[in-house]
């Protein structure tokens, strides 16, 4: 089976039929999604259709064997400041988060444990960056943004 993930949408091919609604979160723009080294897809909170507000804080796990979302749970909403910019370290098991305030989050996607991080030097604050993972180097790469 092929796996394709486009812009947040998750595309299966291979006669995979799509899971049912009542399996599934919400529709949402601006989160977050990450794929972790034993091949789940990680989504990260967003914005419903509600508005312009990161309002939704959840945590979702989509499995292409089983072709099931599981919602893993929710975090802080304060704790993020609505845009960051994430990936998924393979290293650490951990997802890093970056915000617009400037703070470094890890969260392990296992336990839906969130911990602020304080590095002594860091990139400045900022909006609409973007995070991957560098297997090459083994780290995690922040570029992009702007001032907000």
């Not at 812009?7 to 999604?33: E, K, L, W």
């Not at 370290?89 to 969260?107: A, K, P």
Request: glycine fraction near 12%; include cysteine.
């Amino acid at each position: 089976m092929k796996k394709v993930l486009f812009i947040g949408v998750i595309m299966v091919f291979g006669g995979v039929p799509a899971p049912s609604p009542a399996q599934t979160p919400v529709a949402r723009i601006y989160h977050s999604m990450m794929e972790t080294e034993d091949g789940r897809i990680i989504m990260l909170a967003g914005v419903s259709q509600r508005g312009w507000t990161m309002d939704l804080h959840d945590i979702w796990a989509y499995e292409f064997e089983s072709n099931r979302w599981n919602e893993l749970g929710d975090f802080e909403a304060g704790e993020f400041f609505g845009a960051y910019a994430s990936a998924y370290d393979r290293q650490s098991g951990r997802i890093i988060l970056f915000n617009r305030e400037g703070q470094t989050w890890t969260l392990d996607p296992a336990s839906g444990a969130v911990e602020r991080r304080n590095p002594e030097e860091g990139p400045s604050p900022r909006c609409g960056q973007g995070m991957v993972y560098d297997s090459g180097s083994d780290r995690v790469v922040l570029f992009g943004g702007f001032l907000c």
